[in-house]
């Protein structure tokens, strides 16, 4: 089943977000396909909010690979970014299994460099840019 989400602004955030965790339910690894300044640590930092993070945890784990939130019933949860590891061994270095196997939800920027390593039901979702600035979330579930 096809899904999609159109995020108009960033006041559209809060919704979008929500919506977004309304159709996920049941996947606990999301990977976020899309070019550099679409948005992916913006929206993941929504969905963190609509979970009960803090927001002033919430930020790009682009140097750490990963950060571990607690959302607001004290549930952990990690955030990826994938985006310097240059060979796989680099995230099995960081102990990716163990991450990914805990049942937390896992979300994932810059996947791509990773792709061998993504179990199957990993939910694979683009954000495209459109024209007049609008993000589309896309997916297949």
Partial sequence: MSHVITIQNL????RAAGAFLEEIRGHSLVAFYAPM???KTTFITAVCKRLGVREDAVSSPTFAIVNEYR???GEPMYHFDFYRITKPEEALDIG???YLDSGALCLMEWPENIEDLLPEETLKVSITVEDDGARTLRWEA
């Fill in 11 to 14: 006041a559209d955030l809060d």
């Fill in 37 to 39: 300044g679409a948005g």
């Fill in 96 to 98: 990716l299994y163990d």
């Fill in 71 to 73: 959302t607001g019933s």
